[in-house]
Nanobody, 123 residues
Framework: QVQLVESGGGLVQAGGSLRLSCAAS????????MGWFRQAPGKEREFVAA????????YYADSAKGRFTISRDSAENTMYLQMNSLKPEDTAIYFC????????????????WGQGTQVTVSS
């Protein structure tokens, strides 16, 4: 059974940094695409970043480019999201997800989801 567990969220001031982790278990993720999404109150879940597990190739939403970095440690089966220069509008619950295809930005295409971790950025 696939499990995705996020950690690393918290409260940070604007301009600060956080590093989110997603510990994956239950299978090998070779050939999978892993992603980060976020959902703010009253808003739809939106794509933040994704990575091809095997090749390590990253994809970013425009809002994340230049500030966030996605990476993965295949040996540890863990994905990371380094978030720098955080803004109040980054406040949301952040979810990690996995899909067996080449999709990366459509949340509907993901097969597995974690429970999420709260990120709050104060102004």
């Amino acid at each position: 059974q696939v499990q995705l567990v996020e950690s690393g969220g918290g409260l940070v001031q604007a301009g600060g940094s956080l590093r989110l982790s997603c510990a994956a278990s239950g299978r090998t993720f070779i050939g999978y695409t892993m992603g980060w999404f976020r959902q703010a109150p009253g808003k739809e879940r939106e794509f933040v970043a994704a990575i091809r597990w095997s090749a390590g190739y990253p994809y970013y939403a425009d809002s994340a480019k230049g500030r966030f970095t996605i990476s993965r440690d295949s040996a540890e089966n863990t994905m990371y999201l380094q978030m720098n220069s955080l803004k109040p509008e980054d406040t949301a619950i952040y979810f990690c997800a996995a899909n067996r295809d080449l999709l990366y930005s459509d949340p509907g295409g993901y097969d597995y989801w974690g429970q999420g971790t709260q990120v709050t950025v104060s102004s």
